[in-house]
């Protein structure tokens, strides 16, 4: 084992040596000891453009800030079940393949359906999958991929499922408090350097619990501690608002995001877009919304048009008008990009909202439906 070289003091402590010359001695030293880069100054960097890949949902891109999300950085995604979590995590894989990126899923769920993977534009035959037994094997398999360095984005669905050995190998009812905090918080320390040095995106997709007993403010949290809310630098709350039918039938979900939280450019915004069953994230039902948010695409009562020319009576007549018309599409869609700053600044949600906003569920976790809320509306 190599002995590092300790720094010869003495002629600062004889005081033949002033405090700027000092500096440059230790940094020096130091890069020999640990290599370069291994302390600069903050200002260096300052012109180093974070590297970002887009999620799938123009509105939300424009929300983050800088395009998607960050490179080389710690992703939250978490809502209630079946809100989007997996889909927005597989339309970002999807995206880094186009891409020419490696991507990797750690399926702790062990419910990752291929067949809607393909629908979403994920290369399945590309995506490396592990479906581990433990929560100890799940994340030593992130922590060997990330430190590779081969690896564009790592998806971990989800922490909940996250099962430390020991609760695995305990007895049903046993007590077992703190362990998924304790081994997230473990691995959060390990992963977070290997993370920035591998420009590695790990995405990990949480669910929500409540807190027992809290008569004020907001009843929810996440699984597996404290920890990742620290170490994250997007953290992304999703949530189903509403249900998009074609006639009787079901045929996808309104869903919101909301960024709680961003390291890389201001948070707090909040966009809404549709998820379509089969499909994933409808682009061009966003290009109609933005479009509008930003005096794009004109409404005038239920007619909608671009350019002078309609392009539709009502939004779903809209949509099926610019799938048919991708050219329109793209001049909607590049006019919006160009628009990005003024419309970012309509997306602030209000910050002190709590981390749900939307509705919530009664003690079956269930949502209120029209007529319940009819109802709730009368008995006041």
């Known amino acids: 084992m190599t002995t590092m070289e300790r720094p010869d003091w003495t002629v600062l402590e004889g005081g033949k040596m002033d405090k700027k010359q000092a500096l ?64 927005l995590a597989l339309h970002v894989v999807a995206e880094a393949q186009k891409r020419g990126g490696i991507c990797a899923f750690v399926d702790a769920e062990h419910a990752i359906d291929p067949g809607y993977a393909k629908k979403l534009g994920v290369k399945v035959e590309d995506l490396l999958i592990s479906q581990p037994d433990t929560g100890e094997q799940a994340l030593e398999i992130a922590d060997t991929l990330v430190r590779s360095g081969a690896i564009d984005v790592l998806v971990v669905d989800s922490v909940a499922a996250l099962t430390p050995k020991a609760e695995l190998e305990g007895e049903m009812g046993d007590s077992l408090p703190g362990l998924q905090a304790r081994l997230m918080s473990q691995a959060l320390r390990k992963l977070t350097g290997s993370i920035s040095k591998s420009k590695c995106m790990v995405i990990f997709i949480n669910q929500i619990r409540m807190k027992i007993g809290i008569m004020f403010g907001n009843p929810e949290t996440t699984t597996g501690g404290n920890a990742l809310k620290f170490y994250a630098s997007v953290r992304l709350d999703i949530r189903r608002i509403g249900q998009i039918k074609e006639r009787e039938e079901t045929v996808g979900n309104q869903t919101r995001v909301k960024v709680v939280k961003n390291k890389v450019a201001p948070p707090f915004k909040q966009v809404e877009f549709d998820i379509m069953y089969g499909e994933g994230v409808s682009k061009v039902g966003e290009l109609i919304d933005i479009g509008v948010k930003a005096g794009i695409v004109e409404k005038s009562g239920a007619w909608l048009s671009y350019n002078g020319d309609r392009i539709g009576q009502g939004r779903e007549n809209a949509k099926t008008y610019l799938k048919e018309n991708p050219r329109i599409a793209n001049e909607i869609e590049n006019a919006i990009r160009a628009s990005a700053g003024l419309i970012v600044e309509k997306m602030l949600a209000n910050p002190d909202a709590g981390e749900d906003d939307g509705e919530q569920p009664d003690e079956d976790g269930v949502l209120p439906d029209e007529d319940t809320k009819k109802v709730a509306k009368g008995k006041r």
């Open 24 to 87: 440059e001695h230790a940094l020096q030293q130091i890069d020999k000891n640990f290599g370069k880069g291994s302390i600069m100054r903050l200002g260096a960097n300052e012109k180093v453009d974070i590297e970002a890949i887009p999620t799938g949902s123009l509105g939300l891109d424009i929300a983050l800030g800088i395009g998607g999300l960050p490179k080389g950085r710690i992703i939250e995604i978490y809502g209630p079940e079946s809100s989007g979590k997996t889909t």
